[in-house]
């Protein structure tokens, strides 16, 4: 039989080990968050410059009427507006997790900030789908405070998912209903290949958003939106309503 004293020796040996080897852990992890930090910031500065000197560009090919060009040009800043989003959603999830992204509150129309610059930003996407954007909105302004980078990300997040992965030729049905305390959000559209539990772990994060054969994306954009809610005291919920309707519902208080 072994010796208590021998005993107690060796599991104080492994317990200074384990906190050991956990302080490595925690020094590795604060490696890797700054040098995220670093990097996400840089690229997204140097993709801020490319644009800069691509939309440059394309208004001089445009003066020049060099329309052989343009089709290119087009693409390429697609494909660049489509990294730059992803850096800054990279960029946006890290700085909630560590509690870094605070609202800078204003007083915001939802229909003229928010809406409709989306709604014509998306008006090409739409087209290409062949779907139909029908929105229900009170009538008039809807005012509340709130921070307006972080909104336009809230709706372009839930906008773009519904246009990408919604059935052709379909339609997406906004409705947004506002009282003397809240602003409440509905997004329905129709998905093919939904299952059951398909609203379960939606807002996790690397949960990825995907319809019968489509590809799914990083699976940030719905845990950016459910954290830039909640940092507005709002809530967001997600059900799989009859067939393959698909609804995002969210609250936000108006903060008047």
């Given at each position: 039989m072994q010796d208590p004293v021998q005993q107690i020796a060796e599991l104080q040996q492994q317990l200074q080990k384990i906190t050991d080897?956990?302080?490595?852990?925690?020094?590795?992890?604060?490696?890797?968050?700054?040098?995220?930090?670093?990097?996400?910031?840089?690229?997204?500065?140097?993709?801020?410059?490319?644009?800069?000197?691509?939309?440059?560009?394309?208004?001089?090919?445009?003066?020049?009427?060099?329309?052989?060009?343009?089709?290119?040009?087009?693409?390429?800043i697609h494909i660049h507006e489509k990294l730059f989003n992803i850096v800054d959603q990279l960029l946006k999830m890290w700085m909630v997790e560590k509690q870094l992204l605070k609202p800078d509150y204003k007083v915001l129309d939802f229909r003229a900030d928010i809406i409709e610059p989306l709604e014509q930003q998306l008006k090409e996407q739409l087209q290409a789908h062949k779907l139909t954007l029908k929105k229900s909105l009170p009538d008039g302004k809807m005012i509340l405070m709130a921070d307006e980078n972080m909104l336009e990300i809230i709706m372009r997040n839930l906008l773009e998912n519904a246009v990408k992965?919604?059935?052709?030729?379909?339609?997406?049905?906004?409705?947004?209903?506002?009282?003397?305390?809240?602003?409440?959000?509905?997004?329905?559209?129709?998905?093919?290949?939904?299952?059951?539990?398909?609203?379960?772990?939606?807002?996790?994060?690397?949960?990825?958003?995907?319809?019968?054969?489509?590809?799914?994306?990083?699976?940030?954009?719905?845990y950016n939106v459910k954290n830039l809610i909640e940092l507005h005291h709002g809530e967001i919920s997600c059900r799989r309503a009859k067939r393959d309707w698909l609804e995002f519902n969210f609250r936000l208080p108006l903060n008047l």
């Open positions: 080897q956990q302080r490595e852990l925690v020094q590795a992890n604060k490696k890797y968050e700054k040098v995220f930090s670093l990097v996400t910031h840089e690229f997204k500065n140097l993709l801020t410059s490319a644009d800069g000197y691509n939309r440059l560009l394309h208004q001089q090919l445009l003066a020049e009427n060099r329309t052989d060009l343009d089709e290119i040009l087009s693409a390429g992965y919604s059935v052709h030729d379909s339609s997406i049905y906004l409705k947004v209903k506002q009282d003397k305390k809240n602003l409440e959000v509905s997004l329905r559209n129709q998905v093919s290949g939904l299952t059951a539990d398909f609203c379960e772990n939606i807002f996790q994060r690397s949960q990825e958003f995907r319809g019968r054969g489509q590809q799914g994306g990083l699976g940030i954009g719905l």
